[in-house]
T-cell receptor, first 112, second 117 residues
Framework: TQLLEQSPQFLSIQEGENLTVYCNSS?????LQWYRQEPGEGPVLLVT?????EVKKLKRLTFQFGDARKDSSLHITAAQPGDTGLYLC????????????FGQGTTLQVKP | GAGVSQSPRYKVTKRGQDVALRCDPI?????LYWYRQALGQGPEFLTY????????KSGLPNDRFSAERPEGSISTLTIQRTEQRDSAMYRC???????????????FGPGTRLTVL
């Protein structure tokens, strides 16, 4: 069974600080996504990474896919209270039947 | 346009009863997924359809859980003889067809909160 482990599980920081969330696995994924979920809502896609070593930027968010496609990171620069939420990584196994495996999530709280 | 809708939004039932949860995907979306999500945790895959065909049901916990999508649009997740451990948020998602190596975006519904007393 392929697993995605996220760390940290909880993060509480002050506005303006930087942070990094990690998503790790012992298995290879054909592609990986990051989602953000707000309370009472469903997850919403932030980015999809496909190529090993790929880096994508979305405003203050930087996403990286590991060279071996087993891990990924999300870095937020100058966090704002609006960044508060549950961040989820999700990966597709190489066989890709369509099954999406989610990490357990990182709850981020940004205090003003 | 309309997003993914689910009904009911909340369901309270007694242990031993059967429940049926409905998902109405985004019009034209071929793939439909069911997940179960605990509070503050990532969604746990249950099953997935392309059109009316169930492609993968490896995540269904046991044979009390079943899902169908008879006309390739609306889907129903049925839990028979509910148990307290079945209490959770059940989420549905849909996407344009997912079959290649590159993941496509999944659009999630608001979920059905199931409570088994």
């Amino acid at each position: 069974t392929q697993l995605l482990e996220q760390s940290p599980q909880f993060l509480s920081i002050q506005e303006g600080e930087n942070l990094t969330v990690y998503c790790n696995s012992s298995s290879v994924f054909s592609s990986l996504q990051w989602y953000r979920q707000e309370p009472g809502e469903g997850p919403v896609l932030l980015v999809t990474v496909v190529t090993g070593g790929e880096v994508k930027k979305l405003k203050r968010l930087t996403f990286q896919f590991g060279d071996a496609r087993k891990d990924s990171s999300l870095h937020i620069t100058a966090a704002q209270p609006g960044d508060t939420g549950l961040y989820l990584c999700a990966g597709a196994p190489p066989s890709n039947t369509g099954k999406l495996i989610f990490g357990q999530g990182t709850t981020l709280q940004v205090k003003p | 346009g309309a997003g993914v809708s689910q009904s009911p939004r909340y369901k309270v039932t007694k242990r031993g009863q059967d429940v049926a949860l409905r998902c109405d995907p985004i019009s034209g979306h071929v793939s439909l997924y069911w997940y179960r999500q605990a509070l503050g945790q990532g969604p746990e895959f249950l099953t997935y359809f392309n059109y009316e065909a169930q492609q993968d049901k490896s995540g269904l916990p046991n044979d009390r859980f079943s899902a169908e999508r008879p006309e390739g649009s609306i889907s129903t997740l049925t839990i028979q003889r509910t148990e307290q451990r079945d209490s959770a948020m059940y989420r549905c998602a849909s996407s344009p067809i997912q079959g290649g190596l590159i993941l496509v975006e999944q659009f999630f519904g608001p979920g059905t909160r199931l409570t088994v007393l």
